[in-house]
């Protein structure tokens, strides 16, 4: 399950920023699908986002990635940006959500 | 990056091709259906319906099956494709081989026209071959989807092998027993060896990947791929050495292979996490459906060896049909798009994304025609199946009809997503 941010953080911009990254395949953002597992903002140096993908073998892994990086380069032009994949914990289904299990008619 | 597998997919231009020729093999194999239905009523081997056969099998299936697994290694093996210039020679050849068969089978032309394409067809597979088993060569991970596509690899040698002789055999006869027997081998070797396991090796990993479903028993893999093999063993063996007439233990073997392959997919599609299916969805689930039908067929012919020779000939047309233009058909018209648009769209915005706004691959297509497709391709087959089974043949020309239809949407889309192009305003934003 993704992590609840506080509303006036930089990691809670972070995550609303990175909502904007959709699956191309499923439709849903990454946040919602619990895709993305940690975020680790430091002030004016860097932004490093520990993230996993549904299937190791997803073929979209590699433009999520940059779909991040590229969203978040935009408004931290002059932070380093990381994008950690991993596999542990595996995602599964039970992490989507609410917002994204509605979308996926999971109910 | 680690566990990627879009650095790992082959330029566009091995892939697509593919798609192209498979699409308008399928139109020309649905226009000549409409012309083919009388000889759909009496034997199998007939010049035109040999012709038939091999658009669907070469020109349609195969075509599209070695594309969609240049695209696919990757993700099932998790590694590159071996050599991409080999997979381009090896379409130019099984353009040339397909064209010239099949031209060869339709003007009964059993002489040295049917001596080229036949071997031009066994190099073309066993170049296919070399690159997938050099491909395989170089994965770390095995797992039980590799084992199923390096079995349908040994099983497609065996199927153009053994229709390399049937071929030479109209030349010079060499075969001691009746070439029939050879030519239910080269049938049955191909679609249950060939189709059957390439489709269990890649099904069963993208089709829990498209609904989401995790933690399944792969079990049910393994006991397919010993169960399918042992079984088509036992019928190459006992068909062409034995003589003892026992497809049924052939049969019961296979088919509890299938079943094993079946549940597998029913699991997932029980734990899928996404819900609404999508079209390409729903044509794979009919066609999983459909693989009822020659099961159910083959059990019936398996139990009565003796029945009357009108009704075996009837059955035996329903049981090839059924597979090649129900379970596969229905199956590439549904997950075409699920493979093609990402191919697509991937080689057009995959340096936008992040940057402009892109659209997404289903907009490359329209999904209203696939609607009418999807629909239209279940009466089509409907109207085919109960006109040949039933011996009703305006029913069969009605269905024949009606998968024109079907294959003219099919191209539509097909050719929207090939020509593609990004609009210059996404480019400047």
Not at chain 1, 67 to 77: A, D, P, W
Not at chain 1, 93 to 99: A, G, I, K, T, W
Not at chain 2, 269 to 294: E, F, W
């Amino acid at each position: 399950m993704a992590k609840i941010y506080e509303s006036n953080t930089e990691e809670y911009k972070i995550n609303e920023m990175l909502k904007g990254v959709i699956d191309p395949e499923i439709g849903i953002n990454i946040v919602d699908l619990g895709l993305v597992y940690k975020i680790d903002y430091i002030e004016n140096k860097s932004i490093g986002i520990e993230m996993t993908l549904s299937t190791p073998a997803c073929p979209l892994g590699d433009v999520i990635i940059s779909n991040v990086e590229h969203i978040l380069k935009r408004s931290y032009q002059d932070y380093s940006i990381s994008v950690n994949l991993v596999w542990e914990p595996e995602w599964n289904p039970e992490m989507v959500s609410p917002e994204g299990k509605e979308a996926l008619n999971f109910f | 990056m680690q566990g990627i597998s879009t650095q790992r997919a082959p330029h566009p231009s091995v892939v697509l091709p593919h798609f192209a020729f498979a699409a308008i093999s399928f139109l020309v194999l649905s226009i000549v259906l409409i012309f083919s239905t009388n000889e759909l009523a009496g034997h199998f081997f007939q010049p035109r319906i040999l012709a038939l056969t091999h658009i669907a099998t070469l020109g349609w299936i195969t075509m599209i099956i070695f594309g969609a697994l240049y695209q696919l290694i990757p993700v099932v093996l998790e590694v590159p494709l071996y050599s991409e210039k080999l997979a381009k020679i090896c379409f130019w050849l099984l353009v040339t081989g397909t064209i010239l068969l099949v031209h060869a089978f339709w003007f009964a032309k059993f002489d040295v026209w049917l001596l080229i394409p036949a071997h031009i067809l066994l190099i073309v597979f066993i170049m296919f071959s070399i690159n997938i088993l050099l491909t395989a060569k170089k994965t770390i991970k095995w797992n039980i989807e590799s084992s199923l596509i390096m079995a349908s690899v040994f099983w497609i040698l065996v199927t153009v092998f053994v229709g390399f002789l049937i071929s030479m055999n109209f030349h010079r006869v060499f075969f001691k027993n009746n070439h029939l027997v050879w030519l239910k081998i080269h049938a049955n070797v191909g679609i249950i060896g060939w189709l059957f396991f390439l489709i269990m090796g890649v099904g069963s990993k993208l089709i829990p990947m498209f609904l989401l479903s995790h933690k399944l028993n792969r079990k049910k893999l393994q006991f397919a791929f010993y169960a399918v093999n042992a079984g088509l063993l036992f019928f190459f063996i006992d068909n062409a050495y034995l003589y003892l007439n026992l497809d049924i233990v052939s049969f019961i073997l296979i088919a509890s292979g299938l079943a094993g392959f079946i549940s597998y997919i029913y699991e997932s599609y029980k734990k899928r996490a996404r819900k609404n299916l999508d079209i390409g969805l729903k044509h794979t689930a009919v066609s999983i459906l459909m693989l009822l039908v020659p099961i159910v067929l083959a059990l019936v012919m398996s139990l009565n060896p003796e029945m009357e020779m009108k009704y075996i000939l009837r059955l035996n047309i329903v049981y090839v049909f059924s597979i090649l233009l129900g379970f596969i058909t229905s199956l590439i018209l549904g997950q075409t798009f699920k493979t093609l648009p990402f191919i697509v769209w991937l080689s057009k915005y995959q340096s936008l994304v992040g940057k402009v706004k892109t659209p997404l691959p289903k907009d490359l297509y329209s999904e209203k025609l696939l609607n009418i497709q999807f629909w239209s391709y279940n009466i089509s087959i409907a109207l085919l199946f109960v006109g040949l089974i039933g011996g009703i043949h305006y029913l069969a020309v009605a269905g024949s009809y009606v998968l024109s239809f079907v294959a003219i949407l099919y191209n539509i889309n097909i050719f929207k997503i090939l020509m593609h192009k990004v609009k210059k305003e996404e480019i400047k934003n």
